[in-house]
Structure formats: structure tokens, C-alpha cells
């Protein structure tokens, strides 16, 4: 563990301009680089709080404000903790939001991330690693498949529409996929029912993708999440371990 400092940076893209949170290791060297993707609360001190925990691990974090298109975070009002009496007033303003964000223009904005990173000088030569929570999971697979000469590796936690049957499903990229994947699913998410997960983890396999799909038995949805009720100490803690071991095992 080192020390770890972050900081507010602004990402050109082909539509505009993507705000973010950038931490990395105090000591002046280049790291490895991670792209974190957020869950549908956005970016906030609890994401800021996972990026520099990861930078403090040696990694270099780029954590951004995937609906950028909608205004600079926060782009919603969140109280400190989020209740499930708050949720359904949230998701209110939420969904339309994250419906904006199709494939394409998510992808297109990955590229312009990959290319912010290749080219920082707090990231180190070669391949990035991926994770991402609750949308972020898809936006990570997705990612994965769609440039895979720039990831090692891409984790997903408690993801939700992982392998629908919509011609548009992030499964479908498996076959373009290099990098070594991890996926913690919550269990008995509504958002990534048992016929999903059997599809996702058939797709890998049929496609030759290094691999683990695990259950967290009891996490719920957002079980990563500590500013939230769903969060779940026990498989948060199994993430971590989960996620530390994939990024060991791929820099």
C-alpha cells in the first residue's frame, strides 16, 4: 500500500468534454492503468473513495462521468446515504439519463478514455485493465470487446442486462474479446436473472474467454455501494479480493 493522491480532469471526446476523477500512487512514477466505470448514481465520494483505494494499490484510476452529455458531476441531487425510500425518486431523474447513453456513444466515449490514458504520463506503457459496478459492468464487458488490444482485463460487479436477448446485448462482443474477465453477480438480481447468467457464461465459454463468473450468495444489487442500503460487507470485501487478484495476475 502507498500513498495515493487524486485529482479533477477533463477528457475530449467526440462530443464534448467528459469530467472525471483521476488517482495514482504519490511517488511521481507511471502505474498501470484501470478505467473504473461508474454505477447509474454516478460519480461521488464513494467512487472517488474505491479509485483511491486502487491507486494506493499501485494503479493508476480513471474514474468518468459517463453522462457527461447531461452536465458535469453530480449531475443528481443524492442524499449522503441512499435509502430505499429515495430510490424510486432518484431512478425518476436516472433512467431517462441512462437510456441516452446507447452502445455506441458509450463505446465512442471508451475510446476517447483509452486514448486519454495511453497518452497521460502518470500511466504506464501497454494494456489497461477495466471495472465496472452495476451499468458500469456492461460499459467494462462492452469495452472489452470493443477494443481489445487496449485491455488485459475487465471486471464486472453485481452488473445488470449482461446477456439479454436484444440484438444490442454486451454478451454478444465475446467473440471479439482477448482480455481475461471476472464478473461477481449479485445474487437474485432482478437485473441479471439465472437464464442471463447461464447465457453470458455459455457466450464466454463458447468463445474461448479466460474466465470466472461467480454467485455472491446474500450481496444484493450494489452490494459494492457503501453509501447505499444494499451494500454488503462480505461481498464487498470478496470483490476486492476478486478484483486485486485479476489485476495481480494480468500487470
Known amino acids: 500500500m502507498t500513498a495515493a493522491q487524486g485529482t479533477a480532469v477533463d477528457i475530449p471526446t467526440e462530443d464534448g468534454t467528459a469530467d472525471a476523477y483521476l488517482a495514482h500512487p504519490a511517488d511521481g512514477a507511471a502505474h498501470p492503468a484501470v478505467l473504473l466505470f461508474m454505477d447509474a448514481f454516478g460519480l461521488r465520494p464513494q467512487l472517488r473513495s474505491m479509485a483511491d483505494r486502487l491507486a494506493a494499490e499501485g494503479y493508476t484510476v480513471l474514474v468518468p462521468n459517463v453522462f457527461y452529455r447531461h452536465g458535469r458531476a453530480p449531475l443528481f441531487d443524492l442524499p449522503e446515504f441512499i435509502d430505499p425510500g429515495s430510490r424510486p425518486e432518484i431512478f425518476e431523474r436516472i433512467v431517462p439519463v441512462m437510456q441516452d447513453l446507447t452502445n455506441e456513444r458509450a463505446m465512442r466515449d ?142
Request: net charge negative.
Open 110 to 251: 471508451a475510446g476517447a478514455y483509452l486514448r486519454w490514458l495511453a497518452e497521460s504520463p502518470a500511466v504506464a506503457d501497454g494494456p489497461v485493465a477495466l471495472t465496472g459496478y452495476c451499468m458500469g459492468a456492461r460499459l467494462s464487458l462492452l469495452t472489452a470487446g470493443t477494443y481489445p488490444e487496449r485491455v488485459a482485463a475487465a471486471a464486472g460487479f453485481h452488473g445488470g442486462r449482461l446477456a439479454t436477448d436484444t440484438p444490442d446485448s454486451p454478451h454478444l462482443v465475446a467473440g471479439k474479446v482477448t482480455a481475461e474477465l471476472y464478473f461477481g453477480h449479485a445474487d437474485q438480481d432482478h437485473s441479471l436473472p439465472e437464464e442471463q447468467i447461464e447465457r453470458l457464461e455459455k457466450a464466454l465459454t463458447a468463445a474461448g474467454v479466460r474466465h470466472r463468473c461467480e454467485v455472491y450468495t446474500g450481496a444484493p444489487h450494489g452490494f459494492t455501494q457503501a453509501d447505499t442500503a444494499a451494500y454488503h460487507q462480505e461481498g464487498d470485501e470478496r470483490h476486492w479480493s476478486a478484483l486485486l487478484d485479476l489485476l495481480k495476475r494480468t500487470f
